[in-house]
Structures are given as structure tokens and as C-alpha cells.
């Protein structure tokens, strides 16, 4: 009896250092979850830029081509119109065209402003619920922590208790026994003690398994905001940008405004001096008319008499009948370049034909009018050869055609022929005989004109023909 009761303490102090190991591998692990902090490793993310600057390099080319096209045509409609005005509208089509354009890309602006707005309200409602997910998370796994603790403390004490009754208050325990019902009473006690202790042991693995559930789950919420903050930083950049770009682009279009608004009142205010110009060239015109119509019949005339008297025709039909049939006599300072060709007339200037013979809108004044010769595009200083030989009857100023010379071909055929050279910028020549290609004069802008170029003119019994045909 004594020997199987003196086993009793053994055992018990083999289950009492076994659950001391136990609790021992569950506090340390314990406070290794419980002490664990959150990774914060800063993470990439995605910034999502919403649009983004267009590439417009090839664009804007043609935007610019396109625009210089429309410039160069609203000036050769407005030839002979005031430099003044031909700016003002100059100004007006930049302003309209560019009007269009920027109103185009304040859509564009504004489309991406309230993209850029919509972002960074969807990231920032999910950073704002993020938030409150972290701080019941951080509750939770307070309380998880709590109970924890008190688990370990409890347990440990248990196992102070054990570890203390496995020496020799066990041995009391079998001694102080009176009867084996006693002792088998005391026994079962003790066992009920020990599965106390495993069932307090279960429950901490419980909760330490959870513990580490939540600390992970918190690790990878910390980690989805540091997310959304990159994010939401992003998107407040690119609403800012949005928002610069669109007040930018307002304000250009506010001051392209402007620039409309003054152009069209420069314009309005030079309408009826543009009448008074346009009307004082209709009247040189028509005295150029009459005088070579004059000269024509007087030729014709003078033509007959002598055919009826058998003389030689004068000098001025003399040589009207010479420049039909010339093919390109030299003169002084002639070129066969210039003003060859089997025509009564050769070419003035070698350049293309910017602007050709017929009615011409006028974009201001809103009536077609006659453009009476072509324009040859070329640059002032470019020597200006007749067109044929011919006497000057004319070389000086002379309104809004500037420095221009009038060479009379006379009769080719039966019909007088003349041409004018315009807006030259200085004479070669201001009367006499010229030869066919001989240097009269050099390409300018004086005048009515919007750039350096010849306005060329061809006049047939002192009516404006196509100069094309000769």
C-alpha cells in the first residue's frame, strides 16, 4: 500500500513539469505573436493617371500648316486692302482659328478633370473605410491580446501550484490519507486538477491561433492602405495638374476673347475707309482703262491712215507689230529665262502663281471683286523683265498698286496690248523704249499690299484679261 501510494507523487510530477513545458512554449510564443508589429514595408502601387498630356507634336503641325493656308488665302482675297486692315484680320482668323482649338482642349481638360476627380473620390472612400477597418482590427486584436494574457496567467499559476505540490505536499497527500476511499478521493481531485490545466492549455492554442490570423490580417490591411495613400496621392497630383491645365486653357481662351473682340472692332472701324480705298482703286483702274483704249483706237487709226496713204505706220504701231511676232529680242539686261516663250508675252518673273486672274471674295466687305492680273509669289529684289518690248507710258506711284509701270506694247494684231507691273519696290526704268526681257524694275510690297510678290496685269483695248492667255 505504502509503495503504490509513494508512485502517486511521481506521476503527479511528471504531468506537473509537462504542463510547466506547455505553458512555458505558449507564453514565449505568446508574447512573440502578441510583440509582433505590423510589416509597414512601403509598397509600389499603382498610381493610375487619369488621361495624361496628349502628343500632339504632329498635331499642332498640322494645326499650323493648315492655319497658314488659311492665312495665306484671307491675304490674297484682301490684296489691296490697307496693311491696317489686312492685320486686324490677320488677327481675327488667328484668334477664331485658335478659339477653336482651345475650346476643344478645355472639353478634353475638363473630361479629365472630372476623371481625375472621380479617382480620387473612389480612393479616397476607400482609404477613409480602410481606415476604420484598421482601427476595429486594432480593437479586436487589443482584446485578443487581453484575453490571452489573462489565459497565460491563470495557467501559470496552475503550474506554480503543481510544481509546488509535486514535492512534498503530494507525499502529505498520501500520508494525511486515512482510508484508500479517502485516497482515491484525493486522487481523482488531482486529476481533475490536471485536466483543468489541458483544457486552459487547449484554450491558449485557440487563441493564439487566432492572435496570429488577426495580427496577419492587420499586416495585410496597414499594407493596403499604405497602398491607397500612394494612390490617393496620385490621383490629388493629377486633379491638380487637371485643374491647372483647365484655369490655364480658360484664361487663354478668355484672352483669345479679347483678342476677337478688338480685331472685329478694328475691323468694323476700318470698313468704310476699306470702301473709299477700294473705290479710289476702281477709279485708277478705269483711268488706265480709258487711256490704253484711247491709245488702242488712236494706233488702229493711225494704222489705217497710213495703209489708205501707202506710209509706214508710226513708231508706237511699229512696234506693236515687232512684238507679235518677236520670240525674245535682247535688250539691255535681258534673260531668256524670264520672258521666253513663243507668246506676244513672255513671263515677268520666274515664281509660281500664288494668286490667279478672276472675281475674288472679300471675306470683310462681303462681295466679289475682280483680282485683274495674277500674282507671282517671289521675294522683294527680284528683277521684274517686260513682258514684251513696248513703250513706258507710266512709272511712278500710283495709289494702291505702289510703284507701278505701264508699258504699252501697242497693236498686236489688231488689238492693243499692255501690261502693268505692280508694287515694285524701286524702277529700273521710268520711260522710253524696253526690250522683251529687259530689266524695268524689282519685286516689292509698296502699296496695298499684304507681302512681297508682282501683281501682274495684262490689258486688251484697255479691258483686263487673263494674263495666262498671252
Known amino acids: 500500500m505504502r509503495h503504490r501510494a509513494l508512485r502517486v507523487p511521481a506521476l503527479w510530477r511528471a504531468g506537473a513539469m509537462t504542463v510547466a513545458v506547455v505553458v512555458a512554449s505558449l507564453v514565449l510564443g505568446s508574447a512573440g505573436a502578441a510583440g509582433q508589429q505590423p510589416a509597414l514595408a512601403p509598397s509600389a502601387g499603382r498610381a493610375d493617371r487619369v488621361g495624361g498630356p496628349r502628343a500632339a507634336t504632329g498635331e499642332a503641325g498640322d494645326r499650323q500648316r ?94 506554480r501550484q503543481s510544481y509546488l505540490s509535486a514535492g512534498l505536499p503530494g507525499l502529505e497527500l498520501v500520508l494525511d490519507a486515512a482510508t484508500p476511499q479517502d485516497f482515491a478521493d484525493r ?26 490570423a488577426r495580427t496577419a490580417g492587420l499586416q495585410a490591411l496597414r499594407k493596403q492602405i499604405d497602398e491607397l495613400k500612394e494612390r490617393s496621392q496620385a490621383a490629388v497630383a493629377v486633379r491638380e495638374e487637371a485643374t491647372d491645365r ?33 473705290a479710289d482703286l476702281n477709279v485708277e483702274q478705269n483711268r488706265l482703262r480709258v487711256r490704253l483704249a484711247a491709245r488702242a483706237r488712236a494706233l488702229r487709226e493711225s494704222r489705217a491712215r497710213a495703209e489708205r496713204g501707202g506710209t509706214a505706220p508710226s513708231t508706237s504701231s511699229a512696234s506693236g507689230d515687232r512684238s507679235e511676232s518677236s520670240g525674245g529680242s535682247g535688250g539691255s539686261g535681258s534673260s531668256g529665262g524670264s520672258s521666253g516663250g513663243s507668246g506676244p508675252l513672255g513671263v515677268p518673273v520666274d515664281g509660281p502663281i500664288t494668286s490667279p486672274f478672276g472675281p475674288r471674295y ?102 483686263y484679261v487673263d494674263p495666262t492667255r498671252y
Open 187 to 212: 486522487l481523482v481531485a488531482t486529476g481533475t486538477v490536471l485536466r483543468l490545466q489541458g483544457n486552459t492549455v487547449n484554450r491558449i492554442a485557440v487563441q493564439q491561433s487566432d492572435l496570429r
Open 246 to 278: 483647365a484655369e490655364r486653357i480658360r484664361s487663354e481662351q478668355a484672352a483669345l476673347v479679347a483678342q476677337e473682340s478688338r480685331a472685329t472692332a478694328a475691323i468694323e472701324a476700318r470698313v468704310s475707309q476699306e470702301k473709299i480705298r477700294l
Open 66 to 159: 493648315k492655319l497658314d493656308r488659311q492665312i495665306a488665302q484671307l491675304r490674297s482675297q484682301l490684296e489691296g486692302s490697307s496693311r491696317e486692315l489686312v492685320a486686324a484680320a490677320e488677327k481675327l482668323s488667328r484668334a477664331r482659328y485658335r478659339l477653336v482649338t482651345v475650346r476643344a482642349d478645355l472639353a478634353l481638360a475638363q473630361d479629365r478633370l472630372r476623371a481625375a476627380q472621380r479617382e480620387d473620390d473612389a480612393v479616397g472612400s476607400r482609404l477613409a473605410y480602410a481606415r476604420a477597418q484598421e482601427t476595429k482590427a486594432q480593437g479586436q486584436l487589443r482584446e485578443r491580446v487581453e484575453q490571452v494574457d489573462a489565459a497565460r496567467a491563470s495557467l501559470g499559476r496552475i503550474a
Open 362 to 463: 472679300h471675306p470683310i466687305l462681303h462681295y466679289s471683286r475682280m483680282h485683274t492680273g495674277v500674282d507671282y509669289g517671289v521675294g522683294c529684289g527680284v528683277p521684274v523683265r517686260a513682258a514684251a518690248p513696248g513703250q513706258v507710258i507710266s512709272a511712278g506711284r500710283a495709289g494702291g498698286y505702289g510703284n507701278r509701270i505701264v508699258v504699252d506694247h501697242g497693236l498686236v494684231g489688231n488689238v492693243g496690248l499692255a501690261t502693268t507691273y505692280n508694287h515694285l519696290s524701286r524702277f529700273a526704268v521710268t520711260g522710253g523704249h524696253v526690250s522683251r526681257g529687259q530689266v524695268i524694275g524689282y519685286v516689292g510690297t509698296t502699296g496695298l499690299s499684304t507681302g512681297c510678290h508682282l501683281h501682274y496685269e495684262v490689258l486688251r483695248d484697255g479691258a
